[in-house]
């Protein structure tokens, strides 16, 4: 099936001006934060956009033993307005994408020591929800991995220290956030197998602290500046490819956000 983009309403913004005394707070979490946030549910105007982020990357050649690698990220992220998963059974996929965002960036990895790497990362793109660019998009931070292995469990703890930003071209103000991301993925291999392939399950908890969060996606509360998320992701071993691509892995969790908790589809890491 062909996706095609839809124009939205030519609009002040996204959604217009800010009310008189709304500070950059006072907004609900726009969908330009998707790349950084994840997968979700976001604000529109009011309506709900539901976003996937599809998180592409490429590990460039440095021909060089003494180089750091370096990655290439692509994330995109693709909204539909008034989409739930579940229409999918009823009406199948939606023919049209809503909202789309591409930002670019480039990642260091150095080994500290062996199954452990700290990888500091920036990227720049834009945020397209109507007839032109809506906003641009940065952040920039440091990743850090401890990897190891245990019987037939393939283990992972990771934190992220990172600091991302919109600046919207209308008369919404721009907003930026500060975050903190730690988290714990536990592999094991399923026994279920598909030629060279073996299922393998990771169940994960992932802990978010924002120094200062932006507005919660859907409604006008704010979200907690804490926020845990228990779920589970199943991939395979060795990793299925599509012409010398990797396929992502996918999973579930429970985000508990206070006011605003809410079940998320993972697509790609969990971390």
Not at 94 to 122: H, K, N, T
Request: some cysteine.
């Amino acid at each position: 099936m062909t996706l095609a983009t839809r124009s939205l309403p030519a609009v002040a913004g996204p959604c217009g001006p800010p009310a008189p005394g709304e500070g950059p707070g006072s907004q609900p979490a726009s969908y330009a934060f998707a790349t950084e946030l994840g997968s979700g549910v976001y604000d529109f105007c009011g309506r709900q956009l539901q976003i996937y982020r599809l998180p592409f990357s490429r590990t460039l050649d440095t021909h060089d033993a003494d180089t750091p690698p370096l990655r290439l990220t692509l994330p995109v992220t693709v909204g539909f307005l008034d989409f739930s998963p579940h229409d999918v059974l009823a009406s199948g996929l939606p023919s049209r994408i809503d909202s789309l965002s591409f930002v670019p960036g480039l990642e260091l990895e150095f080994e500290m020591q062996p199954g452990w790497s700290l990888s500091p990362y920036a990227r720049f793109g834009g945020s397209f929800a109507s007839e032109s660019l809506d906003a641009w998009l940065y952040a920039a931070g440091v990743h850090s991995e401890l990897a190891w292995q245990r019987g037939s469990w393939r283990n992972r703890f990771s934190s992220d220290l990172g600091y991302a930003g919109a600046s919207f071209r209308s008369e919404l103000r721009s907003d930026h956030f500060a975050r903190l991301r730690t988290g714990i993925e536990l592999r094991r291999g399923s026994g279920w197998r598909r030629g060279a392939q073996e299922v393998d399950i990771g169940p994960y908890a992932r802990l978010d602290l924002f120094a200062d969060a932006p507005r919660a996606p859907v409604g006008q509360v704010a979200a907690s500046r804490a926020q845990l998320e228990l779920g589970v992701s199943v991939g395979t071993r060795p990793g299925l490819r599509v012409h010398g691509l990797p396929l992502p892995r996918l999973g579930i969790g429970y985000r508990i956000a206070g006011e605003v908790s809410s079940w998320r589809l993972v697509i790609g890491t969990p971390l």
